[in-house]
Nanobody, 131 residues
Framework: QVQLLESGGGSVQTGGSLRLSCAAS????????MGWFRQAPGKEREGVAA??????????YYADSAKGRFTISLDYAKNTVYLQMNSLKPEDTAMYYC??????????????????????WGQGTQVTVSS
């Protein structure tokens, strides 16, 4: 049974940092794109970052809003994906979700898959950044 459990959200001030975790169970991370998404009230869910591990090589994908500030990573031994968020801004305030790609991909995607490509989602963890 596939499960994704996010943790690490919280409230910080502008410029602060948080590290989100997504503990995955029921599958292995190899050759599965794992993504982090966020959704603010009244807005559509948007991709933030994604990662594709493949037999020792790892491919990273970032939305423009995340480049230079957020880092996605994974720990094979813990079957966990992380999102390190630095230099947080009020506009980063949202519910953050971890998601698993529906497809087992033999090759890395050319671009970060959109939300329709994912078929498993975590329950979300709230991030609030105050000015």
């Amino acid at each position: 049974q596939v499960q994704l459990l996010e943790s690490g959200g919280g409230s910080v001030q502008t410029g602060g940092s948080l590290r989100l975790s997504c503990a995955a169970s029921g599958f292995t991370l190899n050759r599965r794109v794992m993504g982090w998404f966020r959704q603010a009230p009244g807005k559509e869910r948007e991709g933030v970052a994604a990662i594709y591990p493949s037999d020792g090589r790892t491919y990273y994908y970032y939305a423009d809003s995340a480049k230079g500030r957020f880092t996605i990573s994974l720990d094979y031994a813990k079957n966990t994906v992380y999102l390190q968020m630095n230099s947080l801004k009020p506009e980063d305030t949202a519910m953050y979700y971890c998601a698993r790609d529906a497809s087992f991909r033999p090759f890395p995607p050319a671009t970060m898959p959109m939300k329709d490509a994912y078929n498993y989602w975590g329950q979300g963890t709230q991030v609030t950044v105050s000015s």
